[in-house]
């Protein structure tokens, strides 16, 4: 065996992997979800160390990251309110990531940050049954102040493994096996990613580096919803869902309609997202394909 073959199995031995900015630690995982640690090299913003800070303080500060959507050409864009904002975490994200974070912080060097991918059941398609859905990125704290990239939220990884060009056994699901070396991106510190939304800002909460997708969250302040990144000159409702972090509060304006109908109507609402979704469930199995799915919700949508 080589140097370089006893290297690498050193590395792997001890649960190393190779990555864009270094090397990485994984002290979590479960199936496809992970927390890691990972070596950065020249971090834009200096780090200073994590001063005492409590795992509360953690999870309250993740429970409250919001993002809301950029202006979309989908073929259902136009019935989705412009100012739908959901939690990037459920409750089960948020007690994941705080104790991952919150268990390492002591340990972490000033080169050394959090990397994840975890996941939860999310509201998928017009709030319409749930589905498994990924986030990832990176965080660390400096200081009092957390900070986090955020790449990928609430993301289909079935759909992400098929359009990065992997092959699948099955021509529309990809297996377990298929799925295990496959990760989410954890964020790109030289520059901003284009995505379809935007992390929100709020009282402690502010941007990093002009990016809408890294944010500095100060944790000895408390976390109050304000103006959104895309539109500071417009108040922007103050969304809170202590009940039910799970549920992700979509606005649609077939919901409002919804809501100031007759009894008919009502009715008529029922019947109509009962056939909403059955093409989901013929489309999630295969029987019809999405352009066809597409259109016929978008026919359905029609008669509201």
């Known amino acids: ?43 834009p913003t200096k780090k200073q160390p994590a001063a005492q800070i409590s795992q509360s303080q953690l999870a309250s500060a993740l429970s409250e990251i919001n993002i809301e959507p950029k202006s979309s050409d989908s073929l259902l864009s136009s019935w989705v309110s412009s100012d739908e904002v959901k939690s990037v975490f459920t409750e089960r994200e948020v007690k ?8 390492t912080l002591q340990s972490l060097s000033s080169n050394q940050l959090l990397i994840f991918s975890v996941s939860d059941r999310h509201t998928s398609f017009l709030g319409i049954g749930a589905d498994t859905l990924y986030s990832s990125g990176s965080v660390y704290v400096s200081g009092n ?10 993301v289909d990884i079935q759909k992400k493994y098929i359009r990065a060009g992997n092959s699948v056994n099955n021509s529309r699901f ?35 580096n002009q990016r809408k ?5 100060a944790l000895d302040t408390p976390l109050q919803q304000t103006n959104s990144i895309a539109n500071t000159s417009q108040q922007t409702p ?10 992700s509060n979509l606005t649609f304006k077939a ?22 979704e059955k093409l989901k469930q013929l489309y999630l199995n295969g029987k019809i394909p ?12 029609d008669e509201i």
């Open 238 to 247: 103050t969304t809170t869902n202590q009940t039910n972090v799970n549920q």
């Open 255 to 276: 919901a409002e309609k919804k809501a100031s109908s007759s009894q008919p109507d009502q009715e008529r609402q029922t019947d109509i997202e009962v056939r909403l």
């Open 213 to 217: 997708d890294w944010i500095k969250i």
């Open 290 to 301: 999405e352009q066809i799915y597409l259109q016929k919700v978008s026919a359905i949508i």
């Open 145 to 154: 102040d957390l900070y986090l990239l955020l790449a990928e939220a609430q």
């Open 96 to 103: 994941v990531l705080s104790e991952g974070l919150f268990n």
């Open 1 to 43: 065996m080589s140097n370089l073959q006893c290297f690498t199995a050193i590395l792997m031995l001890f649960g190393y992997t190779s990555s864009l900015h270094g090397f990485e630690k994984t002290i979590w995982q479960h199936k496809l979800d992970y927390i890691a640690i990972q070596e950065v090299e020249n971090l």
């Open 174 to 208: 990809a297996t377990n096996s298929e799925l295990k070396g496959f990760k989410l991106s954890n964020g790109d510190y030289s520059s901003e990613t284009v995505h379809s939304w935007q992390l929100q800002l709020s009282d402690g909460v502010t941007q990093v």
